[in-house]
T-cell receptor, first 111, second 112 residues
Framework: RKEVEQDPGPFNVPEGATVAFNCTYS??????FFWYRQDCRKEPKLLMS???SGNEDGRFTAQLNRASQYISLLIRDSKLSDSATYLC????????????FGTGTRLKVLA | NAGVTQTPKFQVLKTGQSMTLQCAQD?????MSWYRQDPGMGLRLIHY???????DQGEVPNGYNVSRSTTEDFPLRLLSAAPSQTSVYFC???????????FGNGTRLTVT
């Protein structure tokens, strides 16, 4: 079992729809959580950090559930430009800080 | 502000050849790292450095060497390329422990 698991998708949604992705992690020592966005054949770019109380950045909302060990990303009013792969990243300390990457969830927003 | 710069963008090698992937950052970040990304797998850490003169192995270090003589540069050397090293390589840096990673734009390497 992978330490960070994501549904690979693709999630095909129409413009304007709301879509949510979940990511589960298995190591309870995980401390910090991030969502990255990766466009095809490009580098990952930080979308948002995920805080314990949940946080919002425009149309994007991230939630953390430590008890069930998952994080979520909600995208409201989807745009064509939101089409990308969304990577869940978990950070924990094990001698040094380790970043564990999920394999990503692919989103296609359709016109 | 260039951020993290990787060269080359693309490279084709024959089995057994050696080469160096370059990574430079102009943000004065102490921490730098190299990842590889393969289909169906998350990014995997190859080597990392917490400062000039200090390097350590990550999850998949075999076949790769690194050095960190300056804060800015963190080259990745393939000693004798193998087809299993065909991948996309990303260099990443961060300013402090509680910071997310900033990635370079990647190097696509094919080993035939």
């Amino acid at each position: 079992r992978k330490e960070v698991e994501q549904d690979p998708g693709p999630f095909n949604v129409p413009e304007g729809a709301t879509v949510a992705f979940n990511c589960t992690y298995s190591n309870s020592a995980s401390q910090s959580f991030f969502w990255y966005r990766q466009d095809c054949r490009k580098e990952p770019k930080l979308l948002m950090s995920v805080y314990s109380s949940g946080n919002e950045d425009g149309r994007f909302t991230a939630q953390l559930n430590r008890a069930s060990q998952y994080i979520s990303l909600l995208i409201r009013d989807s745009k064509l430009s939101d089409s990308a792969t969304y990577l869940c990243v978990v950070r924990r300390f094990s001698g040094t800080y380790k970043y564990i990457f999920g394999t990503g969830t692919r989103l296609k927003v359709l016109a | 502000n260039a951020g993290v710069t990787q060269t080359p963008k693309f490279q084709v090698l024959k089995t057994g050849q050696s080469m160096t992937l370059q990574c430079a950052q102009d943000m004065n970040h102490e921490y730098m790292s190299w990842y590889r990304q393969d289909p169906g797998m998350g990014l995997r850490l190859i080597h990392y450095s917490v400062g000039a003169g200090i390097t350590d192995q990550g999850e998949v270090p075999n076949g790769y060497n690194v050095s960190r003589s300056t804060t800015e540069d963190f080259p990745l050397r393939l000693l004798s390329a193998a087809p299993s090293q065909t991948s996309v390589y990303f260099c990443a840096s961060r300013p402090g422990n509680d910071s997310p990673l900033h990635f370079g734009n990647g190097t696509r390497l094919t080993v035939t």
